[in-house]
Every structure is written in C-alpha cells, then in structure tokens.
C-alpha cells in the first residue's frame, strides 16, 4: 500500500519559515520524482517545486529563491523548505510521487500565512 504522508504545515505570519515533510512509504522512493503541489481556495493546483530521482530541482517562479526542495533517500522523504513567506503562499500543499505510469498524492497539509 502506498502511502505519502506530509506533515510540518501550520499558521505563519508573513516573512515566516515553515518546513515541509513528507514520508513516503510502499514504494521504491528512490526512482521517484517528488514534488509539492499546492491549491488554494478557488484556484487550481499549481507546481510548486519538483525534485528528480536524481537530485535536480526546479522552482515555479513565484518562489524561486525563497523555497528549496531537497530529499532523503535514505529516510524516503522528501522537503520543502519554505523562506519569506508571504500571503499569497496560503494553501493546501500536496506532495506527489511519478513514474512512468506511477502517479500518487498525499493527503495535504494546511499552510496559512497571516499576521
């Protein structure tokens, strides 16, 4: 069974710092690509940042410099280091793992930023 569970999301006042979590679990996590998705109210879900099965990022540009994804193979979890929040960062953040034809979400994890 596959699981992948984020954790870490919480209330921030803006030009806070959050770090995301997620575990995965009941899959070969290395081969993944991991990334963090996230939607807010009456938007769609949008990229976030990704990381490949080989350790490459990339950034969506609305927080190029401020977020960083990085990954632990060893531990099959992946993070999102988040920086200088800002409002508009309010959302439910998703962490997803793809390969190939392999597609999973996790649940989600509330982040709110606001004085």
Not at 20 to 45: D, E, T, V
Not at 63 to 73: H, W
């Amino acid at each position: 069974q596959v699981q992948l569970v984020e954790s870490g999301g919480g209330l921030v006042q803006p030009g806070g710092a959050l770090r995301l979590s997620c575990a995965a679990s009941g899959i070969f996590f290395s081969a993944f690509n991991m990334a963090w998705y996230r939607q807010a109210p009456g938007k769609q879900r949008e990229l976030v940042a990704a990381i490949t099965s080989g350790g490459s990022p990339g950034y969506a540009d609305s927080v190029e410099g401020r977020f960083t994804i990085s990954r632990d193979n060893a531990k099959n979890t992946v993070y999102l280091q988040m920086n200088s929040l800002k409002p508009e960062d309010t959302a439910v953040y998703y962490c997803n793992a793809k390969e190939y034809l392999l597609d999973y979400w996790g649940q989600g994890t509330q982040v709110t930023v606001s004085s």
